[in-house]
Nanobody, 127 residues
Framework: VQLQAFGGGLVQAGDSLTLSCAVS????????MGWFRQAPMSERQFVAA???????LYADSVKGRFTISRDNAKNTVYLEMNSLKPEDTAVYYC??????????????????????WGQGTEVTVSS
């Protein structure tokens, strides 16, 4: 499975940006997909995830501002980011998990449960 994330860039606080992650190699629709981010000198943190059923999970810090979605026909997952803040500055990574549907709600926020990772795309939010 190969994941390629793109769409990052330099924006101002309050702006919007949409990241995309194209997946190839296996049946995309069966994988829960997630977005994580890592700021300089910080640990990787969970941002959002979406199960094949469309069930979503969000970090509290982005809830209400970010929206994750997936297009199974295009093998692509998106992260729409609105009202961006300087603290959203990070390298954003998309990842695919093999979690079963029943486990997604409980374990879907843990990066350790994601098996395939794409290269990051950098998002910088200026104040």
């Amino acid at each position: 499975v190969q994941l390629q994330a793109f769409g990052g860039g330099l924006v101002q606080a309050g702006d919007s940006l949409t990241l995309s992650c194209a997946v190839s190699g296996r049946t995309f629709s069966s994988y829960p997909m997630g977005w994580f981010r890592q700021a300089p000198m910080s640990e990787r943190q969970f941002v959002a995830a979406v199960a094949w059923s469309g069930i979503t999970l969000y970090a509290d810090s982005v809830k209400g501002r970010f929206t994750i979605s997936r297009d199974n026909a295009k093998n692509t997952v998106y992260l729409e980011m609105n009202s961006l803040k300087p603290e959203d500055t990070a390298v954003y990574y998309c990842a695919a998990s093999t979690l079963a549907a029943q486990a997604f709600a409980v374990f879907g926020k843990s990066g350790g449960n994601y098996v395939y990772w794409g290269q990051g795309t950098e998002v910088t939010v200026s104040s």
